[in-house]
């Protein structure tokens, strides 16, 4: 049975980045479960769609919504405590993390996410369950650096190497079977297991990552 308009919880999709906004709305208007109750980038909109939606989704990018920091999403959920709050985002790091945690935000995932891992997220954010990628959570438990949509060249065999070579090069995954002489799945298989190693959700932030790391002979053929 469907959500009536009136039944459907609002969502506030705070980030400057179209393509992600838009990307979510239609993720979401289409599991019937949600409707849009603002887009921004801006902190004092946030603000404003919080008070009149109290019981909101917010789905934000703190570093794209005018910085806005832990200690002030953690005024939002003070004043609506019905509010449910997922991040995503680029990048964070363990201190970013422990202070949205203890401002009360536990739902944490890098824009690398799949569909899947988002509705997940979503689901256990409007449920009031902890929700984290499997990233942050291997930050956590290492307490290093950021994770971040910056490459990790040792992170890939020897295989996935050649393959992303060849994307940076412009070969399509049905070429790429060809000359690896294996399945378009496995193909598709590598390329995914790429991108999740690598922090990254675009052929041109792989393009980059193959300049930078050597395994493209002429860096200025991306230029």
């Not at 536990?106 to 689901?123: D, F, M, Q, Y």
Request: hydrophobic share 40%.
């Amino acid at each position: 049975m469907n959500s009536t308009t009136r039944d459907k919880r609002p969502v506030i999709l705070a980030d400057s980045q179209f393509l992600v906004t838009e990307t979510l709305r239609r993720l979401l208007e289409g599991e019937g479960f949600f409707r849009m109750a603002g887009i921004t980038a801006s902190k004092a909109e946030v603000v404003k769609w919080c008070r009149h939606e109290p019981d909101a989704l917010i789905i934000i990018d703190p570093q794209n919504c005018g910085n806005l920091r832990a200690d002030e999403l953690a005024d939002l959920k003070n004043s609506s405590p019905d509010l449910a709050i997922l991040v995503l985002t680029h990048t964070v790091t363990p201190g970013l993390v422990k202070a949205y945690s203890k401002a009360g935000i536990r739902n944490v995932i890098l824009k690398n996410a799949g569909k899947e891992e988002i509705l997940e997220a979503v689901s256990a954010a409007c449920a009031g369950k902890k929700y984290y990628s499997e990233e942050i959570i291997d930050l956590l438990l290492a307490g290093s650096g950021p994770v971040s949509h910056e490459p990790q060249h040792n992170r890939l065999t020897e295989t996935e190497k050649e393959i992303v070579r060849l994307i940076a090069y412009g070969y399509t995954t049905k070429e790429i079977a060809g000359r690896k002489h294996i399945s378009f799945h496995t193909v598709v298989s590598h390329r995914k297991n790429i991108f999740r190693k690598l922090g990254i959700s675009h052929v041109s932030e792989l393009v980059l990552f193959a300049s930078r790391n050597g395994l493209t002979e002429s860096p200025e053929y991306y230029i």
